[in-house]
């Protein structure tokens, strides 16, 4: 985890921000496994890690809570939540209903720019010989949104976000046991920015339901035993 400095002065008048990258950063240690399933950590530890107070951590693991990454205990700590399957194949569920509803009514209303943006989150999913696997959260989660946004609203787009950041979890720590061919990820999605690209509802509902279908059958069979 990065450890940005914030002068204690700017921390009021930025709460809002703040809170969020402290969320966010939180949040991509525990998708990366830095953070592991069952593993404690304090709020001061983390507020002395962003040289801020408890005040906005406070808030930021409560976002988090309330997405189900993490779970407050007393004594101003946090645990991570441990996974299981069945919950793993209930976001996997609902992400077949929502998610691939709203891209197959987004199809035909993608705009260029939007098919570019896309390409461009694509293109970031490369991977590295030194990071091999699902190397930018960020491109992977802008790519699915970005197919979900002429259909979605504020609450579909809400919902499918906290959907996606357990899912990163499990998909996290897959990669980390037994990483894919460092091309793969890009392969993959590469195919739902083609379906996008011929705007049909049929072509990127039937994508986006093989792609999820294949995600969630390689991370039943190698989601690591000591996770679960």
């Known amino acids: 985890m990065s450890s940005p400095v914030v002068p204690a002065q700017s921390e009021a008048q930025n709460a809002a921000p703040l809170v969020e990258r402290i969320a966010r950063e939180i949040k991509n240690s525990i998708v990366v496994g830095d953070l592991r399933p069952g ?5 001061g530890d983390v507020a002395s890690r962003f040289a801020v107070s408890h005040i906005p951590v406070r808030e ?13 205990r007393p004594g101003r700590s946090a645990i991570v939540t441990r996974l299981n399957l069945a919950e793993l194949e209930e976001l996997y569920r609902l992400r077949l209903l929502i998610e691939v509803d709203l891209a197959g009514r987004s199809a035909p209303s993608y705009s260029d720019g939007q098919l570019a943006i896309m390409a461009s989150a694509c293109e970031r999913l490369h991977g590295s010989d030194s990071a091999p696997g699902m190397c930018d959260p960020d491109a992977h989660h802008l790519l699915h ?12 787009l809400r919902t499918m976000q906290q959907l996606m950041d357990v899912t990163d979890r499990y998909i996290g720590l897959v990669y980390d046991a037994r990483p894919l061919d460092r091309e793969e990820p890009y392969r993959r999605h590469r195919i ?18 093989a792609h999820l279908k294949e995600s969630l059958g390689y991370i039943q069979t190698w989601v690591p035993p ?3």
């Open 192 to 209: 739902l920015v083609e379906a996008a690209a011929l705007r049909s509802g049929h072509a990127i509902t039937k994508a986006l339901t």
């Open 39 to 43: 593993e404690q950590f304090s709020i």
């Open 226 to 228: 000591d996770v679960i």
């Open 60 to 72: 930021a693991l409560r976002r988090l809570a309330a997405d189900g990454l993490i779970e407050l």
């Open 145 to 156: 949104q970005v197919l979900l946004r002429p259909a979605a609203g504020p609450h579909s």
